[in-house]
C-alpha cells in the first residue's frame, strides 16, 4: 500500500565555520551542495549567547558572494589583498550544541563521521570526533581560575565512543513508530499543512506550495523523544531561535549492522540500543530509580530486519522488535565505600503505595502500550540475603499495582533464578530462557510493515496463529514490552535479551517470506552472526556502565567456552572493579555536566565540591510540597484508554502537535532518498561503499569448501565455519574472526569459582586484552593498492587443510622423521614391485611348487619352536 509522506531529509549536512574578530558564521549545506543556510554567531558578547538565522535558502553562487563581501569588508585597509578578513576556521558534519561553564559559551562541532549502519536508504553516522571552539574573542574574554577544569571534565565524556546520529531518520524513535507517522492518513496531513502555514514563523517554510498544486509529496519530521537524546540540553538554547535542521540530535548506545545472504538475497539485521539520558551514570553510583520514575541504566534494544533489495518505506518490506533492560525500580542503593566486592543492598526508602513503580511503568505503558512483561533475573535463594531483598520489594511493587489495572492489561512478573539454574548440572539454561522468549514473543508480537505472506496461508503454523500483538491491514504492530533485569542489567540480561531476540528475529524471517517455519537453530550462519552483533552490543554497553566488557556471555552458557576464558574472566572482572572503585565518580561527575544535571554557578559550590549528586537526580527533594499522583489510579488517563495500543503511536491531536508536516514536490531533495543514498552527483568508489564492507553471512560464517549448502539456515560443526576473510590480517582480527565461531571446546571451569562480581557465575569467550568491539573502530577492508584483491577466499588456507604450514620450514627432528617414512615407503613400493614381476614370469606350477616348500619349511620352523619351548 503506497503511502503520501515521507521522512524530511536536513538541509545541513555540510557545515564551514567562518572567523572574523566580531562574529562566527557558521554555513551548513545539503549533502549535493545546492541549497545553504547560515548562522551568524556574535564574538563580542562575553557571556551571552547572541545568534541570528536570516532562514533563508541560499544557493551555491549567493553564499560565495555573501562570503566575499565579507572577506572584503573585514579586511583591515579597504582594497588590501594582502591579510584576508574572513578566514575557514574548520569544516563539519553538524553540531552538537553550545555549552557555557563560568565564562562565554563553547560550540561543539562533528568534524569525523562514520556510518555505521542504512536502514531504508537512510544513513545513520558514529561520531568519530568533535572540536570545541570557545566562541567570545580574547579581547572581550572574562577569565575564571575554575573554567579549565570545568572543561576538562566537560570533555571526559567521549563524544567519539559510541555516539549516533542520522540526518533523516529519528534514532529517539523505534522503526514502528517512525514508519506508523508516514502512514497517517491524507486528511490528517493535509489539516497539519494547513495548521502549519497559519502558525508557522519561517516565512520561507512554505515557498514554492502554489506553484506544486495538488500532486504534492507530503514530508514528514516528528520530535525526538528526549528520554533517548544526550545533547537536548545543549540544543535547548538554540531551539526556537534557529532553522529545525540546525539542530541534529544524538543518542548514545550502540549500533550495528550485518548483513544476511539468502541465496543471494540480502538482508540486513541491524541493532539499535538507545540509552536513556534520563538518571544515567555509573554502576554503584546510579542504582534503582529516581523520584520521577528514572532507572538507572535503562536501555532499549531494538532488532531490525529489512530486505536490501528494496530500498524504500513504501514498497520495502521492514520488521522490528523492541525490549528494554533497566535497574530495578526501586529506591535502592549499595554502598562502595567499604571497598567490598559485592557491596550490601540497601533500601534507601519505604514506598508501601509503590509510587516509583508506578511512574516508571505508567512511561512504559505510555510508550509500549501492554502488556508489560517482567523477567526478574536475580537470586532468589542465597546463604546471606542479598539480592533477594530486590525480588521480594519488586513483587510486592507489581502486586500492589495490578489490583488497580483491567485484568486484560495487568503486568506480567517471570521470576527466574539465572544463575542458581547455570551451576546445575542438570538443567539447559538456554532450553529454559527459549522456552520464555517464546511465550513472550507470542504475547508481545513483533512489528512488520506487510499483511502476512501468502506461504503462511499455504503453509500455516500453529506457532504463527498464536502470536499476539495487534493486527492491521497493512501488517502487524507490536503491542507491550518485555522489561529484562538482573542486579547490574548486564552479563545476565544481555543472554536473556539474546535468546528472546533470536526467538524473534525466527518470527520476523518467517513474516517476511524467508524461511518455511518461525524456527532458527544454534549452529547456523544466521545465528552465529546474530550472536556476534549481541556480544558487541553486550561489550560495548557494559563498557558504558560497568567499566569492562561482559565477564559472561552465551557462549558461556552454552559450555563450549574455551577453557583459556578462566583467566580472561578474572581480568575482567578486575577491570570492572578498578573501574567502580577509582574512576567511576570521575565519570559520574562528567556525566552529570554533559546532561545538564548540574550548571555551574558563580558564587555557588563547584560540582566537585558536593558530597553527593543525590539532590539533582531527585528533583522532588528541593520541593516544599511534591505533588503525589493517586495511590490506586496510579496512570496517566489517556493512556489507559487506548491499551493495548501505545499512546505515543495514537493518532490524537496530542500526538498531531508533535509532527512537523510540509508538502514537497516529488522530486525535492527534502524527500528523495534515491539521490540521498546513490548520490548520482558524485564519484564513489567500490572501497568506501558501505553494503560491501558490512559484515556478511556469506563472506564471513559460510565455509568456503566446494558443495556446501550456501544457505544460512543450515547447522554446521564448529570446524566448518568460514575462518578467514582477507589473506593478511593481524592477530588482533584473526583473534576477532575466532569469536565468529562457536568452536568445540571443554566446558569451563567450576561457574562457582569464576568471578566475584554481583553478576552470574559462569565463565566468556574475549579477545586479547586491550581490544574493543569491532563495531567500535573502523572497518578496513583492505590497503588501496590492494581494492582490486578483495575478493571471497574461496581456497582453504594450507595450515587447515594440511595441519601445518610447510612454507614456514620444517624442524631437524621433523624432516628426520619424514625421510625416514620415504625410504620404508620407497623399500616397500620396491619389494611389491619385485614380487610382482616375479609371480608375472613364473608359470602356475612353479608357483605351486615354490608355495609348497614354504608352507613346509614354515611348518617344520614351528614344530621347532613348539618342542623348545616345551
Known amino acids: 500500500m503506497p503511502t503520501a509522506a515521507a521522512p524530511i531529509i536536513s538541509s545541513v549536512q555540510k557545515l564551514v565555520l567562518y572567523e572574523t574578530r566580531a562574529r562566527y558564521f557558521l554555513v551548513g549545506s545539503n549533502h549535493a551542495e545546492t541549497k545553504y543556510r547560515v548562522l551568524k554567531i556574535d564574538r563580542t558578547e562575553p557571556k551571552d549567547l547572541v545568534i541570528i538565522d536570516d532562514r533563508h535558502v541560499y544557493t551555491q553562487q549567493e553564499v560565495r558572494e555573501l562570503l566575499g563581501r565579507l572577506d572584503l569588508g573585514n579586511r583591515t585597509k579597504m582594497g588590501q589583498k594582502g591579510s584576508s578578513g574572513l578566514f575557514r576556521a574548520v569544516s563539519a558534519f553538524g553540531v552538537v550544541g553550545f555549552v557555557r561553564f563560568l565564562e562565554g559559551y563553547y560550540i561543539v562541532l562533528i568534524t569525523k563521521r562514520r556510518k555505521m549502519a542504512d536502514i531504508g536508504g537512510h544513513a545513520i553516522y558514529k561520531i568519530e570526533d568533535t572540536n570545541m571552539i570557545y566562541i567570545p574573542n580574547d579581547s572581550v574574554r572574562i577569565t575564571h581560575p575554575d573554567e579549565a577544569r570545568y572543561l576538562r571534565i566537560f570533555q571526559n565524556v567521549d563524544l567519539s565512543s559510541n555516539f549516533y546520529f542520522s540526518y533523516s531518520y529519528d534514532l529517539s524513535h523505534s522503526l514502528q513508530y517512525n514508519l506508523t507517522v508516514l502512514r497517517m492518513p491524507l486528511e490528517m496531513l493535509k489539516s497539519e499543512t494547513t495548521q502549519t502555514r497559519q502558525e508557522s514563523f519561517d516565512i520561507f517554510e512554505d515557498e514554492?506550495?502554489?506553484?506544486?498544486?495538488?500532486?504534492?509529496?507530503?514530508?514528514?519530521?516528528?520530535?525526538?523523544?528526549?528520554?533517548?537524546?544526550?545533547?537536548?540540553?545543549?540544543?535547548?538554547?538554540?531551539?526556537?531561535?534557529?532553522?529545525?535542521?540546525?539542530?541534529?540530535?544524538?543518542?548514545?548506545?550502540?549500533?550495528?549492522?550485518?548483513?544476511?545472504?539468502?541465496?543471494?538475497?540480502?538482508?540486513?539485521?541491524?541493532?539499535?540500543?538507545?540509552?536513556?539520558?534520563?538518571?544515567?551514570?555509573?554502576?554503584?553510583?546510579?542504582?534503582?530509580?529516581?523520584?520521577?520514575?528514572?532507572?538507572?541504566?535503562?536501555?532499549?534494544?531494538?532488532?531490525?530486519?529489512?530486505?536490501?533489495?528494496?530500498?524504500?518505506?513504501?514498497?520495502?518490506?521492514?520488521?522490528?522488535?523492541?525490549?528494554?533492560?533497566?535497574?530495578?525500580?526501586?529506591?535502592w542503593s549499595q554502598d562502595i565505600s567499604t571497598m567490598m566486592p559485592k557491596p550490601p543492598i540497601t533500601l534507601d526508602q519505604a514506598d508501601p503505595f509503590a509510587h516509583v513503580a508506578a511512574l516508571h511503568f505508567d512511561q512504559m505503558l505510555q510508550r509500549f502500550g501492554s502488556p508489560i512483561i517482567i523477567l526478574n533475573l536475580v537470586k532468589e535463594r542465597e546463604k546471606r540475603k542479598h539480592e533477594r531483598i530486590l525480588s521480594e520489594e519488586l513483587v510486592a511493587a507489581v502486586m500492589y499495582l495490578n489490583q488497580f489495572l483491567p485484568p486484560e492489561h495487568t503486568i506480567i512478573y517471570i521470576p527466574w533464578d539465572?544463575?542458581?539454574?547455570?551451576?546445575?548440572?542438570?538443567?539447559?539454561?538456554?532450553?529454559?530462557?527459549?522456552?520464555?522468549?517464546?511465550?513472550?514473543?507470542?504475547?508481545?508480537?513483533?512489528?512488520?510493515?506487510?499483511?502476512?505472506?501468502?506461504?503462511?496461508?499455504?503453509?500455516?503454523?500453529?506457532?504463527?496463529n498464536e502470536l499476539g500483538g495487534c493486527v492491521i491491514p497493512t501488517g502487524r504492530l507490536q503491542t507491550g514490552v518485555l522489561r529484562t533485569n538482573c542486579v547490574d542489567c548486564l552479563d545476565r540480561t544481555n543472554t536473556a535479551q539474546f535468546m528472546v531476540g533470536k526467538c524473534a528475529l525466527a518470527y520476523q524471517l518467517y513474516s517476511l517470506g524467508l524461511i518455511d517455519k518461525p524456527n532458527l537453530q544454534f549452529d547456523t550462519d544466521a545465528v552465529r552472526l546474530f550472536e556476534e552483533l549481541y556480544e558487541d552490543h553486550g561489550d560495548t554497553l557494559s563498557l558504558q556502565y560497568g567499566g569492562s566488557q561482559l565477564v559472561h556471555r552465551v557462549k558461556t552458557y552454552r559450555k563450549i567456552a574455551p577453557w583459556t576464558q578462566h583467566s580472561k574472566d578474572i581480568m575482567q572482572t578486575l577491570s570492572r572493579y578498578y573501574s567502580n572503585a577509582f574512576s567511576d565518580a570521575d565519570r559520574q561527575d562528567s556525566i552529570n555536566l554533559f546532561l545538564g544535571v548540574f550548571h555551574p554557578t558563580e558564587g555557588k559550590p563547584h560540582l566537585w565540591e558536593l558530597p553527593t549528586d543525590f539532590y539533582l537526580h531527585h528533583k522532588n527533594t528541593m520541593r516544599l510540597l511534591p505533588t503525589r499522583r493517586s495511590y490506586t489510579y496510579w496512570w496517566t488517563p489517556e493512556v489507559i484508554k487506548h491499551l493495548p495500543l501505545p499512546y505515543d503511536e495514537v493518532i490524537c491531536a496530542a500526538n498531531l502537535k508533535k509532527l512537523i508536516v510540509k508538502k514537497f514536490h516529488k522530486y525535492e531533495e527534502e524527500i528523495d532518498i534515491h539521490n540521498e543514498f546513490f548520490r548520482p552527483y558524485e564519484l564513489s568508489s567500490f572501497d568506501d561503499t558501505f553494503c560491501l564492507a558490512m559484515t556478511s553471512s556469506a563472506r564471513d560464517f559460510m565455509p568456503k569448501t566446494v558443495g556446501i549448502d550456501p544457505s544460512p539456515f543450515t547447522v554446521r560443526k564448529p570446524d566448518e565455519t568460514g575462518k578467514s576473510v582477507l589473506g593478511n590480517k593481524s592477530n588482533r582480527d584473526e583473534a576477532v574472526l575466532q569469536r565468529k565461531t562457536a568452536a568445540s571446546a571443554p566446558p569451563p571451569p567450576s561457574e562457582e569459582a569464576a568471578s566475584s562480581s554481583s553478576e552470574d557465575d559462569s565463565g566468556t569467550d574475549r579477545e586479547e586484552e586491550g581490544s574493543v568491539s569491532q563495531r567500535s573502530t573502523p572497518v578496513k577492508m583492505a590497503d588501496s593498492g590492494d581494492s582490486a584483491k578483495v575478493t571471497e577466499n574461496v581456497v582453504q588456507p594450507m595450515k587447515e587443510v594440511y595441519g601445518i604450514n610447510l612454507s614456514d620450514g620444517l624442524l631437524e627432528e621433523d624432516l628426520s622423521i619424514y625421510s625416514r617414512f620415504v625410504q620404508l615407503g620407497q623399500s616397500q613400493h620396491r619389494q611389491d614391485k619385485s614380487s610382482q614381476q616375479l609371480y608375472s614370469r613364473c608359470p602356475d606350477g612353479v608357483i605351486k611348487f615354490i608355495f609348497s616348500r614354504i608352507t613346509k619349511s614354515l611348518n617344520t620352523h614351528l614344530s621347532f619352536l613348539t618342542r623348545q619351548h616345551l
Open 418 to 464: 539465572m544463575a542458581k539454574y547455570t551451576k546445575s548440572k542438570l538443567c539447559n539454561v538456554l532450553d529454559r530462557l527459549n522456552v520464555i522468549a517464546e511465550s513472550v514473543v507470542k504475547k508481545t508480537g513483533f512489528f512488520v510493515n506487510r499483511p502476512d505472506s501468502y506461504c503462511s496461508t499455504l503453509r500455516p503454523d500453529e506457532k504463527w
Open 208 to 331: 514554492g506550495l502554489i506553484t506544486q498544486g495538488g500532486s504534492g509529496v507530503f514530508g514528514i519530521c516528528s520530535e525526538p523523544y528526549m528520554k533517548y537524546v544526550w545533547n537536548g540540553e545543549l540544543l535547548d538554547i538554540i531551539k526556537n531561535a534557529v532553522h529545525r535542521d540546525w539542530l541534529l540530535y544524538i543518542i548514545h548506545g550502540f549500533c550495528g549492522q550485518s548483513k544476511l545472504l539468502i541465496y543471494g538475497r540480502p538482508v540486513y539485521v541491524t541493532l539499535i540500543a538507545r540509552r536513556s539520558s534520563k538518571f544515567a551514570g555509573t554502576r554503584f553510583l546510579k542504582r534503582g530509580a529516581n523520584c520521577e520514575g528514572d532507572v538507572a541504566n535503562e536501555v532499549e534494544t531494538e532488532q531490525i530486519l529489512c530486505d536490501a533489495s528494496v530500498m524504500s518505506f513504501t514498497a520495502g518490506s521492514y520488521s522490528s522488535y523492541v525490549q528494554v533492560r533497566g535497574s530495578v525500580p526501586l529506591y
